[in-house]
Structures are given as structure tokens and as C-alpha cells.
């Protein structure tokens, strides 16, 4: 039973430039969510993709967006990077798409960006 | 705007010993779960705990639920140097979709 699988596990870009990082799901979910990290903080909410669309939004400006494929996979884009966009990028997976009805969020290794 | 507060920031302790983290907030949470992230790594879930006075149990570990759900605990009994690392909580507020994350406690366990 395959987890949360992301890709690139690591990667440095150049500021302005634009990133694209990719998750699988665990096997059997459909909802997937994305959170970044940056170092010596808890993850924050970035979005999350349900259908292949995006159904909530963090409070992170729109340079950052997403896409969910037919077979529930997800790519984040980070356009115009920032010295500050440097952090871990944790994908996260879930069946369903509840009200906090409690369905378990499993996380992924996660992407290591650094904007030089 | 929801937020996770948990104490203490940072712990370190000897082995054998117990203690205590505590994740509080001033909104109602409909779920709420622990995870444990150890550095270059992503979080690992431990428990995942939705009724209010829940009261969970991992081999040495205890996770409690609040009552009115705004808050929760984590004991750890005879703590081992394997339970180093930040622990996290992460509620999902009623009538959202997102869990939002505590700031996090950052333990170390000396041998």
C-alpha cells in the first residue's frame, strides 16, 4: 500500500523563477491538500484540490497555485519565486471531502525548495 | 482567525521521565490529530481523536480530547530517546476543510 509519494525531494531555484512539485496520493484517496513549511514552524495550509478542483484556500497569494489530475495526483506551482517561498512543501492525503468530520490526513516526505 | 497554541515550545528531558504537551485553542474543533516529525522528514500521524473527553492510548503515550473540544494533551510515560522530535497538533475546525496546524513542540529525550 503505497503512501504519499512527492517529488523532487529537493531542489534550489533563482528568485523570479517558477517551481512545479508533484504528489501521489495514498492508494484509495481523492482529496488532496497542500502545506508549506518553512523551518521551526507547524505547516500551513496552502489549498486543497477535491474533483480535480480546488475547494479551500490559505492565505497564500495567488503566485501559488495548483492542479488535481483525473487520477487524484497534484502539481503546485510557485510562480515568481521568493527568497521567503524557501521551505518544505508537505502534500497530504485523504479520502473524501467532509467538514472536519474527522477523516485522517496522511503526509508525504514532503519538497525541500530553496530560493537562492 | 483559528488558532493552535501549544506549550511547551520546547522540552528536554532524561530518559525515563513523563510529560506533558499541551494544544489549546479558543475555537471548537469537530477533529483534532498528532503527528511526530523528525527533521528532513514529513509529519507521521499518531492519533486521531474526534469525540470530546476522548481519551486515546499509543504504548506509552496518552492523547486526551477536550471536553468541549478546544483542547487536547499529550502524555508520554518513561519517555525514550526514539520519542525526540517536534510534535504537532492539527485541528480541523467545524465547516472547513483545512487542518490547521500548532506551532509546535519541539522535544528532546537525553539518554
Known amino acids: 500500500d503505497a503512501g504519499v509519494t512527492q517529488s523532487p525531494t529537493h531542489l534550489i531555484k533563482t528568485r523570479g523563477q517558477q517551481v512545479t512539485l508533484r504528489c501521489s496520493p495514498k492508494?484509495?484517496?481523492?482529496?488532496v491538500s497542500w502545506y508549506q513549511q518553512a523551518l521551526g514552524q507547524g505547516p500551513q495550509f496552502i489549498f486543497q484540490y477535491y474533483e480535480e478542483e480546488e475547494r479551500q484556500r490559505g492565505n497564500f497569494p495567488d503566485r501559488f497555485s495548483g492542479h488535481q489530475f483525473p487520477n487524484y495526483s497534484s502539481e503546485l506551482n510557485v510562480n515568481a519565486l521568493l527568497l521567503g517561498d524557501s521551505a518544505l512543501y508537505l502534500c497530504?492525503?485523504?479520502?473524501?471531502?467532509?467538514?472536519?468530520?474527522?477523516?485522517?490526513?496522511?503526509f508525504g516526505e514532503g519538497s525541500w525548495l530553496t530560493v537562492v | 482567525t483559528q488558532l493552535l497554541e501549544q506549550s511547551p515550545q520546547f522540552l528536554s528531558i532524561q530518559e525515563g521521565e513523563n510529560l506533558t504537551v499541551y494544544c489549546n485553542s479558543s475555537?471548537?474543533?469537530?477533529?483534532l490529530q498528532w503527528y511526530r516529525q523528525e527533521p528532513g522528514e514529513g509529519p507521521v500521524l499518531l492519533v486521531t481523536v474526534v469525540t470530546g473527553g476522548e481519551v486515546k492510548k499509543l504504548k506509552r503515550l496518552t492523547f486526551q480530547f477536550g471536553d468541549a473540544r478546544k483542547d487536547s494533551s499529550l502524555h508520554i510515560t518513561a519517555a525514550q530517546p526514539g520519542d525526540t522530535g517536534l510534535y504537532l497538533c492539527?485541528?480541523?475546525?467545524?465547516?472547513?476543510?483545512?487542518?490547521?496546524f500548532g506551532t509546535g513542540t519541539r522535544l528532546k529525550v537525553l539518554a
Open positions: 492508494s484509495g484517496h481523492d482529496t
Open positions: 492539527a485541528g480541523a475546525a467545524s465547516g472547513t476543510y483545512k487542518y490547521i
Open positions: 497530504a492525503s485523504s479520502l473524501g471531502y467532509r467538514k472536519g468530520s474527522g477523516n485522517t490526513i496522511y
Open positions: 475555537s471548537v474543533f469537530s477533529s
